[in-house]
């Protein structure tokens, strides 16, 4: 299975896709979506959009997985901006009719590092012991991508993930 993550960002959207080959993960690909306050707005959406279609046609993912707004967010303005990117990404995944699925940043941080107030350099060490990397995790973005990414991969190999899933059916 190849899982896109997604950590969605108006200024720095970052994404990392991984593949999992007998209950281990690999970092296939990951970077960064850049763009600048100068751009108007929905041509720096259309960046975010046409950068995370083009991932999408390069390398074929079964799935998307991607941060979700933070459910307390304390700056609203900031939380609108980054449902913008969050929105264009998922409309990219759709038009590709791939399966997308939510976390809250402080979910898939707890699943990938064991503790959900983890911090940056605790999340990029988690991210390349799983993915047996170093060099996966260049820099935060990149790294809450794959974090995404394999915190899907965790729960989508779960059985009490999957009969829980069965049971409410």
Known sequence: ????????????TGYGLIDIIDRKYRAVEGGIVRTSS??????RLFTIYSAVRDVIVEFKPDAVAIEDLHS?????????????A???AVMAA???????FSYQPTRAKNIVTGSGKAGKDQIKMAVS?????????????????????ICHAIMAESPAVAAIAAAAG
Do not use: C, W
């Open 94 to 100: 759709g038009e590709a009719g791939l399966p997308v």
């Open 72 to 84: 307390h967010a304390r700056f609203v303005k900031t939380a609108i901006l980054l449902g913008h």
């Open 129 to 149: 012991t799983h993915l047996g990397s170093p060099d996966a995790a260049k820099n935060e973005h990149v790294a809450d991508a794959f974090s995404i990414a």
């Open 86 to 88: 969050r929105g264009v």
């Open 1 to 12: 299975m190849r899982i896109l993550g997604i950590d969605p960002g108006l200024t720095n």
């Open 38 to 43: 100068d751009i108007p707005m929905e041509q």
